[in-house]
């Protein structure tokens, strides 16, 4: 039997992966992983849904420094 659990995230959660698995700080300086609205990423998603992954993550980059 398998469980899914924290599915889904609240709306308003920002998601960014945890500091102490980042392998340099420069990287989060960069903005390599970009902190981000759940709520924004689903709204981009749905948006590009059928297309390519690499665009969804462009999009992401966009938004975060935006």
């Given at each position: 039997m398998s469980i899914?659990?924290?599915y889904n995230p609240?709306?308003?959660a920002v998601i960014y992966p945890a500091?102490?698995?980042?392998?340099?700080?420069?990287?989060e300086k960069k903005g390599l992983y970009p902190k981000f609205v759940f709520e924004?990423?689903?709204?981009?998603?749905?948006?590009?849904?059928?297309?390519?992954k690499e665009r969804r993550f462009e999009?992401?980059?966009?938004?975060?420094?935006?």
């Open positions: 899914a659990s924290f609240g709306s308003d500091p102490a698995l980042l392998e340099k700080e420069e990287e924004d990423y689903m709204k981009l998603y749905a948006l590009l849904k059928f297309q390519a999009g992401m980059k966009a938004i975060a420094t935006a």
